[in-house]
């Protein structure tokens, strides 16, 4: 049985500390065949924007700045998400499995069954979704308004956003897992509709009906890799370089240069 490795932070970070550890891992798995898992929070309520997004068309910098909530880029693709009350996953991967023969959205659909199977540890049932309308996958509307091809439903709602970046034959893919939603909050920050959110998206919580402790959320999920993969997750031992470098990539992503890209 293949290895997999793990990461379970035991604290929340900022978003610009997240994104730099994603990267770090990105940049890790490039270096060898292997695959390394990451759950974490964020210490507060921050958006992340996908790569290419414009700042001013997907952002309302007013309320932003009027109510102090942080924004990052990601390395990845994808569609504003808010990050509030929730578990964040990120795999970042070099595994053959991954690329023989499959295209990134192949290698989408299969994470998408291994989350699939970690909600299953907590009795919610999940499907994939079918395609949505192109208009709304070249539209501004943030992540959980809609759903891509082979994103996650519960009683047709999306409860898991996610977005992924390939280079060569490494993948990194991390997404929100929402125990709870403020989408009145969503929509003033992103010039959305809170019906719309309603009517499309859901969470841990609302499913469940129940409070949700987020260590269970977490061998849930992790349990549901190594199903799925067939695999056996491991600690992940950060190396003796790791502070170092991420705290470079966390300069990156505090930065205005970078925030502002587009």
Known sequence: MN???IKIEEKPYSGSWNMAVDEFLFNEVQKEEKTILRFYEWEIPTLSIGFSQRVNRILNMEYLEKNRVPFVRRITGGKVVFHNDEITYSISSSEKIF???KSLSEAYTMISGALIEGLK????KAELSGRSPKFLSKSDLPCFSFSSKDEILVNGKKIVGSAQKRKENCLIQHGSIPISVKREE???LTYSDKEILEEKMTTIGEILNRDVDKIELIEAFKRGFEKYFEVKVIDYKE??????LVEKLNIKYKSKEWNYLF
Request: proline share 5%.
């Open 3 to 5: 290895n997999w490795f």
């Open 99 to 101: 690329f023989e023969k």
């Open 121 to 124: 540890k907590l009795s919610i």
């Open 186 to 188: 969503i929509a003033n």
């Open 239 to 244: 190396p003796s370089y790791f502070f170092e």
